[in-house]
């Protein structure tokens, strides 16, 4: 089935349908979708660091956070 009749069976469903649970998931799915991503509103430094982060973590380049907090006190 291509999408324009995929479209048209899912617009007849909606018409047909009068449970609103249906409509406010069907809704709820459209919004969800079109939330922007985080990672897509920051910079590529921002990215980077996070990035950078992340690779340290894995690395087990951790410090405990009591001994950060004791230097930086």
């Keep these: 089935m291509n999408i ?3 479209k048209i ?3 007849k469903m909606i018409l047909e349908t009068n449970n609103p649970n249906i409509l406010k998931s069907v809704k709820n799915i459209f919004k969800e979708s079109t939330k922007t991503d985080f990672w ?3 910079s590529q430094e921002q990215k980077d660091d996070i990035l950078e982060g992340i690779e340290d973590i894995e690395n087990g ?3 405990d956070y009591k ?4 230097k930086h006190r």
């Design 61 to 63: 380049e951790v410090i």
């Design 9 to 11: 069976e899912i617009m």
């Design 4 to 6: 324009q009749a995929e």
């Design 40 to 42: 897509e509103t920051i």
């Design 67 to 70: 001994d950060f907090m004791k």
